[in-house]
């Protein structure tokens, strides 16, 4: 016992050391003025470790000692130093000492048993967040028989009670009967509760490797540190792992859950964040940015294995990129993320290339539109057993890809319900939460790849694209750039789509073999194919390039804002005289413009955004315009196409039929027939005129005012 004593006072003077040779006896007597407002000081690992070699040996195999000294140390600093500071008042004081930057000791799927009852630090990101609420330190339990008070410490999530109402040696006390005999009751007197709060931390995502599903784990927070997480909060967390004895029913089972008592959380964001790079990645990298076809290489790395879309791929890297978020000297917030939706016939490479996608970001994050709903793309609040009874705030895919990227497939198998959440995501990058007693907003600062099938499964080559894409209008219009991809069968290009195909699945069979140390016979023809789908830049040094790239700020140079300006006005004036003319492009098409023309040249790793990055944004945009909003037939852009508003084709034909309509009507009721060939006669589309027709009927514009030899007699409302 002796020795024991003599250690627990070697660890306070230790730390009293530590305390007062830093600086930090400030903090501590501050916590004397100003308790219970602060009840914490902070200390960073490395003075402890700089003090004793035995403390931080203490401190992570034995840290309930250590906090214990710890917390006693800071009192006896307090005392020292404030001699008026009644005794009893500094005795009663829960002050805490908190570790901080210690270093990361292991991964969430690296815990294992044997790390139990010590001190560790993990990373990750917080995916659920309780409510915070009061939790009991110490526990009083007054006897019913007798009323006699036993105080209890709680030091487990489960209140424990006391088991009998104790006498002491003199026979005071209590009245000795069990708890079978009596019952207790919570005396609220000298009860003692803290604030608490529960999360649930996920692994990031940057650090799985292709195909894992990421681990969490609970971590419960008290006293000063609760209220200052989100859903979606980078976080690293330094506490004691601790075991949870699980039960079912009243039995107790021998398979226990883990958590984390925390005794540190920092919050990370994107500046913070560390990736590990290598000298020889560090030489890679600085021979790409100053390669003048750096770009070219760049996309050439985006999923090798699939032959083709060099304009898709183009689009992609510039997403991975991003541009610049700014914040106006109003207050208004513009986003510096593009939006990308590929919608293409089945059996076009879409998931897998977005899944390719997802792993070259340092925060990249896949999801199935198919298996998901709105809250799990954006965040929800709900009452589970994790928050046991209180709501948890829960956050998504958008949220978990904060400063990432965000990849959603089958966007089209979602229900139009699930898809409207998504809407203040893409355009404000925030997320929205009001539910009982939740208010939150959560960022969602990422880029969205998005790939969805057109309306009938296939697109119909005959038809026009656009009005086969079956998404709300408003949700195609907060995407920057949108391709359609087709299937259609050609001789010369199936030829080299089949041959790639034939290449990449050799190359796989020749890897694996190489893996398992079988030998093989190198000849030509395999080293076509491993050349064939071997990415000019490595995944993750491209990762890394990615990560290096998005802190670099570019400023726009005088001569590509008016490149820009130029190129704006000159579409603006490709439009028609008649009064129903075009909108070419509007200033939405702008700002994307903006946005692409930045994140070329941080693909480039430049701080200036030249004419040379505009003109390399307006072939994208000019690849995306050509696709979906030109008229083919007069070879003007109308963003109205796809939009969700009435194209210039749609308000003419729409026109000329009311047109007819009514110098029909003036010569008395019409048959369909006779209208169909009118309308024939000007060169109008039967299919159009058929389906025109339906919205005419249900805006009222012609109704049905008898019938004759069976067939239906049509007129005009306003004749």
């Not at 305390?19 to 308790?35: C, F, H, M, R």
């Not at 990101?125 to 709680?154: D, W, Y």
């Not at 931390?201 to 490797?209: F, H, M, Y």
């Not at 389906?691 to 005419?696: R, V």
Request: negative net charge; hydrophobic residues 35%.
């Amino acid at each position: 016992m002796m020795k024991k004593q003599n250690q627990n006072a070697t660890l306070i003077a230790q730390i009293v050391s530590v305390i007062e040779d830093n600086k930090y006896t400030p903090v501590a007597l501050s916590i004397g003025d100003q308790y219970p407002e602060k009840k914490s000081i902070n200390v960073e690992f490395k003075d402890l470790e700089n003090a004793s070699s035995d403390l931080p040996v203490i401190l992570t195999e034995d840290p309930e000692e250590f906090f214990k000294g710890a917390e006693d140390a800071i009192k006896e600093v307090i005392d020292s130093h404030r001699f008026g500071i009644d005794d009893a008042v500094i005795t009663g004081m829960r002050v805490h000492f908190r570790v901080t930057n210690a270093p990361i000791t292991c991964k969430i799927r690296e815990i294992r048993s044997n790390m139990l009852n010590t001190l560790i630090t993990i990373e990750g990101i917080a995916k659920r967040v309780t409510e915070v609420r009061p939790t009991i330190l110490i526990g009083s339990f007054k006897c019913m028989r007798c009323g006699h008070i036993t105080e209890i410490n709680q030091a487990k999530p489960i209140l424990y009670g006391p088991l009998e109402c104790s006498k002491d040696e003199q026979g005071g006390g209590g009245c000795g009967r069990f708890e079978s005999s009596t019952r207790f009751e919570i005396y609220e007197k000298g009860t003692v509760r803290i604030d608490s709060q529960k999360i649930e931390v996920q692994e990031s995502p940057e650090g799985l490797k292709g195909g894992s599903q990421p681990q969490t784990i609970v971590c419960q927070m008290v006293d000063d540190i609760c209220g200052y997480i989100n859903a979606g909060d980078r976080v690293t967390i330094t506490g004691t792992l601790r075991a949870l004895q699980k039960m079912q029913g009243k039995h107790k089972m021998t398979a226990e859950d883990i958590y984390i008592e925390v005794n540190y959380i920092d919050i990370k964001n994107i500046d913070t964040d560390v990736i590990e790079i290598s000298k020889e990645e560090q030489e890679i990298i600085d021979d790409l940015r100053n390669s003048p076809d750096v770009r070219a290489k760049l996309v050439e790395s985006i999923a090798p294995s699939i032959y083709g879309y060099e304009h898709v791929k183009r689009a992609i890297m510039l997403l991975l990129f991003g541009g610049v978020s700014k914040l106006q000297p109003d207050g208004t917030r513009i986003r510096g993320d593009s939006h990308c939706l590929l919608i293409g016939d089945p059996a076009t490479a879409k998931t897998q290339l977005l899944r390719y996608v997802a792993t070259l970001v340092p925060r990249g994050v896949y999801a199935s539109g198919k298996s998901s709903s709105g809250v799990g793309l954006t965040a929800s609040a709900t009452r589970d057993d994790f928050g046991e009874g209180r709501w948890t705030l829960e956050a998504g895919a958008l949220v978990l890809a904060d400063n990432g990227m965000a990849c959603v497939d089958e966007l089209d198998k979602m229900s139009p319900e699930d898809r409207s959440t998504m809407h203040e995501a893409l355009e404000s990058q925030t997320i929205s939460v009001n539910k009982a007693t939740i208010h939150a907003t959560l960022n969602s600062r990422c880029s969205l790849l998005a790939g969805a099938n057109p309306k009938h499964g296939r697109f119909d080559i005959d038809e026009e694209l656009y009005p086969q894409i079956e998404l709300e209008p408003t949700l195609i219009s907060r995407f920057d750039l949108i391709f359609p991809i087709t299937d259609v069968p050609e001789k010369v290009k199936d030829q080299k789509i089949a041959h790639h195909i034939l290449q990449s699945h050799l190359a796989g069979s020749v890897k694996k073999r190489m893996d398992n140390d079988i030998e093989i016979a190198m000849d030509q023809g395999i080293q076509d194919a491993l050349l064939a789908v071997k990415p000019v830049i490595n995944a993750s040094v491209m990762r890394k390039y990615v990560f290096l790239a998005k802190k670099i700020i570019p400023i726009m140079t005088q001569e590509a804002m008016d490149q820009l300006e130029l190129y704006y006005v000159s579409v603006r004036k490709m439009r028609d005289n008649q009064s129903r003319a075009s909108v070419p492009i509007t200033a939405r098409q702008l700002e994307g413009l903006i946005r692409l023309s930045e994140s070329s040249a941080r693909a480039r790793m430049s701080d200036t955004v030249t004419i040379d990055d505009v003109d390399y944004a307006i072939d994208v945009m000019k690849d995306f315009l050509d696709r979906m909003a030109r008229n083919h037939n007069s070879g003007i852009y109308d963003i109205d196409r796809f939009s969700g508003a009435e194209s210039m084709d749609q308000r003419t034909i729409m026109h000329n039929m009311v047109s007819i309509i009514e110098e029909l009507s003036l010569l008395g009721p019409f048959t369909y027939d006779k209208f169909l060939d009118e309308a024939k006669s000007d060169g109008m589309p039967e299919k159009k005129v058929d389906a025109y027709w339906e919205n005419l009927r249900r805006d009222g514009i012609v109704f049905q005012t008898g019938s004759e030899n069976g067939k239906a007699l049509w007129r005009s409302i306003r004749k």
